[in-house]
């Protein structure tokens, strides 16, 4: 070592800088491993020095088939790792499935790549980056089967809930209402793209089922192709025209005063005269001698003289007697309230089946609270259904009801209600300089199917648009289009 270290400089002075290194490396491992022999001191050398190169992986050596093999020419076996920790298993996994769905891609890019004369057809490319999500649009009308779903489906709780409280009410076993509930099917939609084998105004004429049977067979005699056809004529069944009423409708007789009171005489005269009768053939006991204090002598006779008071207490308990029988008989023909109220909706309830009467009002002004009261109120109490929408100058008052009952109303709005105490401010009307006088007009009446509306409400609408989604949401926007025509005719005038 001492040899090593005292080797002299170049003759010029200069310091080689080899031995410089290897004196810095003797140092170091004189540092590391104290003072070793000399075989032990070049082993450390010789570590040192591999411990200083750099790291380089060994080269990978490719037979013409593409196989691994070591500088001798013999074949080297791979161990395949295979991955033991979950999270590497999943990315494997998911490799996987990618794979088949990027084989397109890398068949594309081999192919182009194909023709360089510097592509090696056994590397393979790396797997593509994600691609970026593009927006994904619903469908339409996908919603509106949703929905139709839900509703589908809480009608059907509604009818089952309806049938359990039914089987709870009449006693019907668990067995009898699944019944009743599998017998209901679904309503199946028609396809337009689907045809049916035969029309089934076909079908009671033909004999087969299909059309290409009678394509096939042209000659043939029409008894073998067809049947129920004969040579009587089929008068069809006439039917009952839709708006002729199922009871006949009888005119009533007005009598008058004299006419009446004969037609009682003549009633009265007949029951006496079968309650007479009972009496005779033994059939009803004869009724007791009306008496009162004025005909008691003349009807008792001599018993009234022997003992008046007697018989005047008894003429007065028949009196009595008779008194209460009536108040009872009255009493048990009196209506009950209930009864009273149904009478009362009976005569002013009209029968709508065959048409629905509508009449259609528009009023200038309708501010006043007092005369909305009373349209709300008359409307009610004759049953009928509307609407009332209050708008600048066009309010518009809608009413649906029988004949009856639109003539009622008609003659509140058009006679009964003074409109010509409210004027209408000018700002409500475009081309008018000062107040107008405030005023009814009936702008349509007519006969429709059915009603539109339910109970009368008044509503209140802040722009033009707003009161006509309202008749819109009933499917009449027709009025409020012909009110408002209307109005433009009067503000033109």
């Not at 199946?188 to 089922?209: M, Q, V």
């Not at 003992?307 to 028949?318: H, L, N, S, Y």
């Not at 002004?365 to 109120?377: A, D, H, M, R, Y």
């Not at 010509?420 to 006969?447: I, R």
């Amino acid at each position: 070592m001492s040899s090593l270290a005292s080797n002299p400089p170049h003759s010029n002075g200069a310091v080689d800088p080899k031995k410089e290194r290897l004196a810095q490396l003797q140092a170091q491992i004189q540092a590391r491993f104290g003072t070793p022999t000399i075989n032990n001191q070049l082993n450390a050398f010789n570590n040192l020095i591999q411990e200083k190169k750099p790291s380089k992986p060994a080269p990978l050596i490719l037979d013409s088939e593409g196989r691994t093999v070591d500088a001798e020419g013999n074949e080297v076996k791979l161990i395949k790792r295979v991955p033991t920790l979950k999270a590497n298993i999943r990315v494997q996994k998911k490799d996987e499935i990618i794979k088949p769905v990027t084989k397109g891609i890398d068949t594309r890019l081999n192919n182009d790549e194909a023709s360089s004369s510097f592509f090696d057809q056994r590397l393979q490319l790396k797997m593509p980056v994600r691609a970026r999500k593009g927006l994904v649009f619903h469908e339409k009308g996908k919603f509106e089967a949703m929905a139709e779903t839900i509703r589908k489906k809480a009608k059907l709780e509604l009818l089952q809930k309806g049938i359990s409280e039914h089987s709870k009410k009449y006693g019907i076993s668990q067995q009898a209402r699944l019944t009743m509930l599998n017998s209901i099917e679904p309503k199946k939609e028609e396809k337009l793209d689907e045809h049916p084998d035969i029309e089934w105004w076909d079908a009671c004429i033909l004999k087969k089922e299909t059309y290409e049977w009678y394509l096939e067979n042209k000659d043939q005699a029409p008894e073998d192709k067809f049947e129920n056809i004969t040579h009587l004529i089929e008068h069809p069944m006439q039917m009952r025209p839709p708006t002729e009423p199922l009871k006949p409708i009888l005119l009533p007789a007005f009598l008058t005063t004299k006419e009446r009171k004969k037609l009682r005489r003549q009633n009265r005269r007949e029951a006496l005269k079968e309650k007479q009768e009972r009496v005779r053939l033994g059939l009803d006991p004869p009724p007791e001698p009306k008496v009162k204090m004025s005909n008691m002598m003349r009807v008792l006779g001599s018993t009234a003289v022997q003992d008046p008071t007697k018989v005047e207490g008894f003429v007065r308990e028949q009196v009595a007697r008779r008194k209460r029988e009536h108040e009872e008989s009255n009493a048990a023909r009196k209506l009950t309230d209930e009864q009273r109220k149904e009478k009362r909706i009976r005569r002013i309830k009209e029968d709508t089946t065959l048409g629905v009467h509508v009449s259609v009002y528009r009023v200038l002004n309708l501010s006043n609270p007092t005369k909305k009261f009373k349209i709300e109120t008359n409307a009610k109490q004759l049953m009928m259904t509307g609407i009332a929408v209050l708008y600048k100058n066009i309010n518009i008052v809608v009413v649906e009801g029988g004949p009856k009952q639109q003539k009622k109303y008609r003659r509140l709005m058009m006679n009964r209600i003074n409109w010509s105490e409210d004027a209408v401010p000018k700002e409500f009307c475009e081309n008018a300089s000062d107040e107008v006088e405030n005023k009814c007009v009936l702008v349509w009446q007519g006969t429709v199917k059915e009603r539109s509306f339910g109970e009368f409400k008044i509503k209140v609408s802040p722009n033009e648009s707003f009161a006509r989604e309202l008749f819109k949401n009933h499917g009449v926007s027709n009025y409020f289009d012909l009110a408002f025509s209307v109005s433009i005719l009067d503000n033109d005038d």
